[in-house]
């Protein structure tokens, strides 16, 4: 029926024409696309697409299309008017005509146009470096469109578009790798649905993440292949974009003349398209790489112009840009002061920025985490159920054993029996101790990523490199350690150092930690289980410590009391167990340790097959007058 109309409809569009003077081609696109009312974008694009760059006429679709109640054709409209003040650098314009875009698109019920217009949001958040909005407003798109079963082209193109987009998030947070990953991912899509246009994106944006790990040649390689594709479909932005990155790839390869061939050429199709954040690179690159020629002059000129636009336009990346090639000039100049000044000025600017952008990509890790720490409770479950079904194995075999006990063969059963029931309860044991360090890790990575964030809100950049520095190697040696059954001595007096370091945060670094090792003992050679120490200092920070006033000590001693053993001892001067035994029902600190018990059982698993057996003594320290000084823990661990 659609077809009819649309056939009658040109049939008398004809005469129409042949009758009076030729209507305007636009007025025809729009009674055409109004009576068939197409609600994709592949069939709405193949009516407006010559219009896609005028805003006054997409200005009037919207009012038209508003008034003739056609939604999925205003949303589409909406969503190419934010882009055109998008790519003319009018940021805020191009959010609140999206914003008009998406709430069109939920009017209209169309998860087509939804999905595009959140990506499109995500794109304008990430321009003026809202990067935590900006990964909503993707993570929401690409989580919509992955709603639908068989998504359709649109869709499809909308999925490539949002992996892309937080591909760009990940650059300006420096995470190169994981950028090239989702750029990677959204080049499939965007091959397999044949878009040229988005093929060259991503090869534009895999070139910048190679150009920032310094790997130019490979970055060039990349760039290249994008310009081919928009030289092929004739993309004006796309080249313009990437003649710029090729020209700043020939100044790092000391090839400044080529450079400035380059941009020159370019520079008027620049002029004409109207982004001022692009202009500005342009004139900063220009006089970047006269200043490498000793064109001194010019190079300043160029210079000064491109940090002139990028202030007006508080374009954060061109500011810095501009700073940095400014003190370079200064430097070829030996205008040490100026050139100390312009760098100075960069790295100020650059810090902030930075300080921005890590802030809020910390707060994306926590919530990262938090979302882990769900992810561990389902898999706590599971094993709690695989060793449930372990159980139930136990017990069966037992069964079998007393129905064969009257056989010759049942010193050979009962042998095999006592060893598979050995393995079910080593395995039994490995399993709860996953399980545990399952609900701990999130809980303790959770507060220390916290910690490390208060630092950074209050700009105390050294405390927060040096703590997550150190967090970092406190979690790669608990994820080492997770798969292993024993470590060195000297490996598990580093890993419990960190960890004191990462909760003495918590405490405002009250806790005077020191450990004391015998000078005749190689550390290297006596192996312990992974983490056997964690539980005694965790028990002394927050049943001893954590109540106590005044100064705060832990002396953690290493010595060897005889040929067959090796000694630890934990001594801290808290509140003692009997005094924390008081107040532990008024504790409001939750907390969750692995458990003395549980380390015992680790203790005994450990030492089958030694000669001897370990102990562990708890002592309360206290003075003539029967005070409590604190509490001594001594672990005593066989060596063979």
Known sequence: MRHILVAIFLFCTFFSVNAQKKKPVFSIQIDSILITKPITYKSINSFLRPFRRDTAKLKTLVLKFEEKSYLDGKAYVENLLGIQYRNYSLYQKAITTHKAALETAIRANSIEFR?????????????????????????????????????????RRSIAVSLNSMGNIYLLLKQYDLAIERFKKSQEIENSINNQLGLAINYQNIGYAKDAQGKIEEALEYYQKSITINNKINNTYGKIICNSSIANIYIKQNKPTVAIQLLTKNFDAVVKLGNKEYLSFYYVSLGWAQSKLKLFSEAEKNLNKGLEIAQKHNFSSSISYAFSHLSELYQYKKDYKTALKYYKLSDE???????????????????????????????????QNEIAQLQLVKNRNIWIIVLVTLTLLIAILYFLYRQRLFLKEKRILTLEQEVLRTQMNPHFIFNALNSIKHYIINNEQKNAVHYLNKFSKLVRKILESSSVKEVTLKEELETVDLYMNIENIRFSNEIQFEIKVDDSLDLSTIKVPPLVLQPFLENALWHGLSSKKGDKKIILSVFKPSLDFIQIEIKDNGIGRKASAKIKSNKTINRKSIGIELTKERLHNFIKGFKNSFSLIFTDLIDENKESLGTKVALKIPLN
């Open 115 to 155: 999905v595009f217009s959140l990506n499109m949001l995500g794109v304008d958040y990430r321009k003026i470096d809202a990067n935590r909005t900006a990964l909503d407003y993707n993570h929401e798109a690409l989580k919509l469109a992955e709603t639908i079963e068989k998504p359709s082209l649109g869709l």
């Open 349 to 383: 600017f650059e810090s902030k920025t930075s300080n921005e952008r890590n802030t809020q990509y910390v707060n994306d890790l926590i919530i990262k985490y938090d979302s882990d720490r769900q992810n561990n409770e389902i898999k706590s479950l599971a094993k």
